[in-house]
């Protein structure tokens, strides 16, 4: 009985022993038994400029933005470093502008010096064929006042080719190429400033006007390369290109006369056109071949058609007293359609009759763009808040749509999607110690733990110009 108490003893001791040498020793040998700590604390960041509620001035936007960041106890991945800035109810990516080299730029980063102006961009969103209420915006580079900006659609590669004018009558050096079926964009930087541009998508490139030389540069749409430069005899003020007869015309800024490209080639004809008009604008035909002017004459805007030969085939007096801003066509019923801004109203060319007509607005109408799926024409008003949808048959509006931001101009695209260039920096009223019109920048980096910092600084942006 002794022995088996002995026994039983002897063995919960021993239990004991192993316990107690298990949890002491094993465990100090392997390292003092403390757990490794896991790093979850954000990294910092914060931007170093500009300041919180800073007040700017449209002519006079910060010229740089600087963050800083840092992370003790796992280190900055730079990589990581994302920055937007949102206005007008939406949001435009400025990462790319920001450099991230791991030594460079471990400890802060800021836009490059060659950006004066990195906050003026804006977006083209894309809308489905419905309404303007969802959209995909994509960030978009415009020049600090534009004039002018026209889309051109490519139909063969569902791209869309925007390109804009300054109020100085130099070009913006530089295409934006976004592409409606992947949702990519694509920036095309230029070497010198264009006045027009013209697709010839069948034929694989692209013609830009130069607003320096008296030449024309023709791009591969592929890659974006220049294949060759054809010189002119004056400097292009506008081309277009007709599909029909691969031919790019070719107008001069206060010239009569009129150049054909034959495209196959890249060759000019021979004998140019002489024009009865100085051409405001010059536009290939919408069907068939030829083309068509709009030239002023007793202080009225005329149409004049012409074949390829140069022969004139038509011609209407379309009552307007100034160039209009915009021209849409639509196939059925056949008519071609004229924005008069101060007339507040549209002019309609009946192609078959060269009858003119007219559909009367409530707004003053400045950017056209036609659906020839629905058989719809929409106007953009001149501040470009509104967009009135008009049935081109009856000739009425059956719908409008409030903008914000507001429209620069847009095109219909891909199925019947529009594609509308927006301009976040509409502002109709200025702004006291910041209330009102804002702009937000927002960054975020992560630290090689994986914990993520976010940093939020708010500026005021006033219209008028400073005292």
Request: proline share 6%; net charge negative; with cysteine.
């Amino acid at each position: 009985m002794i022995n088996r108490m002995f026994r039983i003893v002897n063995f919960w001791l021993f239990i004991l022993f192993l316990f107690f040498t298990g949890f002491t020793g094993c465990g100090g040998g392997g390292g003092g038994g403390g757990t490794a700590q896991v790093d979850t604390t954000p990294p910092s960041i914060s931007f170093s400029y500009p300041a919180e509620s800073n007040v700017f001035y449209l002519s006079a936007l910060p010229s740089y933005v600087a963050l800083q960041y840092s992370d003790a106890a796992s280190g900055i991945n730079v990589s990581t470093l994302k920055v937007y800035y949102t206005m007008n109810e939406r949001t435009i990516d400025l990462t790319g502008l920001f450099p991230k080299s791991s030594a460079a730029n471990a400890a802060q980063s800021r836009t490059p010096s060659s950006e004066t102006n990195p906050l003026f961009r804006s977006t083209a969103s894309v809308y489905p064929v419905t309404d303007f209420s969802t959209f995909t915006p994509f960030t978009i580079a415009i020049p600090p006042t534009p004039s002018e900006c026209d889309f051109q659609y490519d139909s063969v590669n569902s791209a869309a080719f925007l390109f804009c004018l300054s109020d100085s009558d130099s070009p913006y050096l530089k295409l934006n190429i976004i592409n409606v079926v992947s949702g990519t964009l694509t920036e095309s930087v230029l070497d010198y400033p264009i006045s027009s541009l013209a697709l010839a998508p069948a034929l694989g490139k692209y013609y830009l006007a130069r607003a320096d030389a008296a030449s024309i540069a023709v791009f591969n749409l592929s890659d974006h390369s220049q294949r060759t430069t054809i010189a002119l005899p004056y400097s292009p003020d506008e081309v277009s290109f007709n599909p029909t007869e691969n031919y790019l015309y070719i107008s001069y800024k206060g010239q009569l006369r009129i150049d054909i490209l034959d495209c196959t080639s890249d060759i000019l004809l021979p004998l140019p056109i002489s024009a009865d008009y100085v051409p405001l604008i010059i536009h290939s035909a919408f069907s068939g071949g030829g083309f068509f002017i709009l030239g002023q004459k007793a202080g009225e805007v005329w149409y004049i058609a012409y074949d390829s030969a140069g022969s004139k085939t038509a011609e209407a007096n379309l009552s307007m007293s100034q160039q209009p801003n915009d021209v849409a066509y639509l196939p059925v019923p056949k008519r071609l359609y004229f924005s008069d801004t101060a007339g507040n109203r549209i002019v309609v060319l009946n192609l078959d009759t060269y009858d003119v007509s007219f559909i009367a607005l409530t707004i003053s109408p400045k950017e056209l763009f036609g659906d020839s799926i629905s058989g719809r024409l929409y106007a953009v008003s001149y501040d470009g808040n509104l967009i009135v949808r008009i049935d081109a048959n009856s000739g009425q509006t059956d719908a409008s749509y409030a903008m914000e931001p507001s429209v620069v101009t847009g095109e219909t695209v891909f199925q019947a999607q529009k594609i509308l260039l927006e301009n976040i920096w509409a502002i109709s009223n200025p702004v006291v110690e910041c209330e009102g019109e804002k702009g937000i920048l927002q960054a975020q980096i992560n630290d090689n733990a994986g914990n993520t910092g976010y940093a939020t600084r708010s500026i005021c942006i006033r219209s008028e110009s400073p005292p």
